[in-house]
């Protein structure tokens, strides 16, 4: 049995039951990075005589796991970790940077990059002209293959004059051309996936969702993103560092 293993083990003259325990402790190791992600845990019979418990705690060990979003189930090939994002809020960073930076396969999958009249609240963002176009931006963010959110961006033409030129990384292409945004304000709510939102994540109608709304700033001040980001929140964290 491998050293990471020994620190799951149960204790049994703690009054915690064992499923319990064992769950936080695998928790724990999932979170100090004993596991990557997308690895496979062991089976129910290969976990339960490991650790010495039976084939009933281990299930239902491995069930809460899944209850908290820590593993996937995947019918006929077993238990896997899930990804997990963790964004720091205090650093301005790009979603195709910060999951290379912690080891995720990053890509997105285009579901529309056209140009488009501003709607109203563009218009006030950008300080556009009525009747001005903005570029349309909709995509899959994924990592290691697994759907993590759902982008809606708009920018000004003047900024993403040919959207199809955008490859996997919409900052990198910015900063490109010359027009990087070095400032975002990041508004956070709580929403209900609507039925498109769940079709294309995966995940039940109504299904509880973060919703991230980031306005970009270049180095003039200029207004030149707004972002829309639905999250699940069973795949992303997101941190902030508090001083006193």
């Excluded at 963790?86 to 290379?100: K, V, Y």
Aim: proline content about 4%; glycine content about 6%.
């Amino acid at each position: 049995m491998e050293n990471r293993w020994q620190d799951l083990m149960p204790d049994e003259s703690n009054c915690t039951p064992l499923y319990l325990q064992l769950a936080a402790r695998l928790a724990t190791a999932i979170h100090a990075g004993s596991w990557t992600a997308g690895e496979a845990l062991p089976s129910e019979r290969n976990l339960s005589e490991g650790v010495g418990v039976s084939r009933i705690t281990a299930r239902k060990a491995l069930a809460r796991l899944v209850e908290q979003g820590l593993i996937r189930r995947v019918r006929g090939a077993g238990s896997f970790i899930t990804p997990r994002a963790s964004d720091p809020l205090s650093g301005l960073i790009g979603c195709t940077e910060m999951l290379e930076q912690r080891g995720f396969k990053s890509d997105s999958v285009w579901l529309q990059r056209s140009v488009r009249a501003a709607s109203r609240s563009e218009t006030m963002h950008f300080g556009l002209a009525p009747g001005a176009s903005v570029a349309s931006l909709q995509r899959l963010r994924r990592a290691d293959g697994i759907v993590m959110a759902v982008e809606h961006s708009a920018l000004p033409v003047c900024v993403v004059p040919e959207p199809l030129a955008i490859g996997a990384s919409l900052y990198r292409y910015l900063e490109e051309r010359g027009q990087s945004v070095v400032r975002a304000l990041q508004h956070f709510r709580a929403v209900n996936a609507s039925a498109e939102i769940a079709r294309l994540m995966g995940v039940a109608p109504r299904a509880a969702l973060l919703v991230i709304t980031r306005i970009g700033y270049s180095a003039d001040q200029r207004a030149i993103e707004l972002t829309d980001t639905y999250c699940r929140d069973d795949y992303y964290d997101f941190v902030a560092e508090l001083h006193r």
